[in-house]
């Protein structure tokens, strides 16, 4: 956390050097929110796979899109929702450096959203990380049987983007973390 | 980092603690929406674990044979997604326990386990939060299955078991808001006036 740096003064506003470190982590974080969006939703877009399968006694051509499964719909509206917030936070953090008077307002703002997103991601994440397993290795006791040994690039994409939404989450963590550091360390009273 | 410059506005109703090196009062908001989260989470966990059903099922082998019934039996731990999400409203419960007795032992004398508290809140949401998506998930695909890759739906014949999985989800939902809530209105709270 950037907050060894931090020097203070017993006056109520907050001098500008006090939280460069802040500053510049909490753009390189949002920016690599914003990648790992746009990988996630890169990787699991591009996943369509058609094989020939054995459909009611015939050799048919089968694909597997992501759209087939509401889990993964929802997880590609969720990660654009994220994408584009990470696009427009990092923006707003990166004006902020400029005019450093109204970061504090906007640290609220930041946890306020950043938390709704978090929920929003990791539901997301949760939802096609299960949906994604039930495929691997299927479930007996419900009779659905496993897809991944058919549909094998189908399935490699899905562990890649779940993979890169998880450590899409894990960053906004940090994020909620580092504002909510920030703000009790330099509330001025 | 402790030192005599850190200032704290985090007060009990209105009341705000000014003194320099001291650290936060607790907030009877924020106790509240703790035992809340606590009692959600522990109401999801008991509701899915409670979460059994049996049917007998008329199996037709061919036109001529008469059918012959076999018992079904639709339990939690069938589905990994269900025991994740029974974990994760087992650690979040525990931790809902474990930070309401922190919280009301640490009135005003540790800065750095406040910190620590409002670190893993944060982690608790997002836990939660994946919990209930892939046991939703997992719901929806039991209620309407998925005809693409012929996974029949199994809430025509459990619908007992679907139901009380539903409410279970439905439960936890409000926990993770709750605990959304404690992530959010410590920082509301720290400056009214900006809002």
């Known amino acids: 956390m950037a907050s060894t740096d931090l020097e203070y003064k017993s006056s109520s506003t907050q001098p500008l050097p006090a939280g460069v470190d802040y500053f510049k982590a909490d753009v390189i974080l949002r920016f690599m929110l914003l990648a790992a969006s746009v990988v996630a939703l890169g990787v699991i877009v591009s996943s369509d796979q058609t094989e020939l399968v ?18 993964f719909v929802y997880f590609v509206a969720a990660f654009s929702v994220s994408g584009l917030y990470a696009l427009i936070s990092a923006l707003a953090s990166i004006a902020v450096i400029q005019k450093p008077e109204f970061k504090l307002k906007f640290l609220l703002h930041f946890i306020f959203w950043d938390a709704l997103i978090l929920g929003i991601i990791a539901s997301a994440t949760g939802a096609a990380g299960s949906v994604a397993y039930i495929g691997l290795k299927g479930n007996s ?11 094998d690039k189908f399935c490699r994409h899905l562990a890649g983007s779940i993979a890169v939404a998880l450590f899409g989450s894990i960053v906004t963590i940090l994020l ?13 009273k | 980092m402790e030192g005599e410059h850190k200032r704290m506005s985090y007060g009990v109703e209105g009341v705000e603690s000014k003194e320099m090196g001291k650290a936060v009062g607790v907030s009877a908001c924020d106790l ?7 009692m959600l989470t522990l109401v999801a966990a008991i509701v899915i ?24 039996t639709a339990k939690w ?16 419960c525990t931790y809902a326990a474990l930070s309401l007795v922190l919280a009301l032992v640490n009135r005003g004398k540790s800065k ?4 620590v508290i409002t670190v893993l809140d944060a982690f608790m949401v997002a836990l939660l939060f994946s919990g209930n998506g892939a046991a939703a998930a ?3 695909l039991g209620y309407k299955g998925n005809s693409h890759v012929n996974w029949k739906r199994v809430c025509n014949v459990f619908d007992k078991f679907c139901d009380q999985m539903a409410a279970s989800i439905g439960v936890s939902f409000i926990g993770s808001l709750a605990f959304l809530l404690l992530v959010i209105i410590p920082v509301v709270r720290l400056h009214p006036r900006t809002w």
Do not use: E
């Open chain 2, 49 to 72: 674990s409670a979460d059994k059903q049996t049917k007998v099922v008329p199996i037709q082998l061919s036109d001529s044979l008469p059918p012959f019934y076999l018992p079904f």
């Open chain 1, 141 to 151: 006791h419900m009779g659905w049987i496993k897809v991944c040994n058919v549909y």
């Open chain 2, 138 to 140: 997992v719901g929806v």
């Open chain 1, 176 to 188: 909620i973390w580092l504002s909510a550091f920030t703000i009790h360390s330099r509330v001025p």
């Open chain 1, 54 to 71: 054995l459909f009611q006694g015939n050799l048919v051509p089968q694909p597997a899109k992501f759209k087939y499964s509401p889990a």
């Open chain 2, 77 to 92: 731990h069938q589905m990994s997604a269900i025991l994740y999400f029974l974990v994760t409203n087992a650690i979040a």
């Open chain 2, 112 to 115: 750095g386990l406040w910190t």
């Open chain 2, 32 to 38: 509240a929406m703790r035992v809340l989260a606590f």
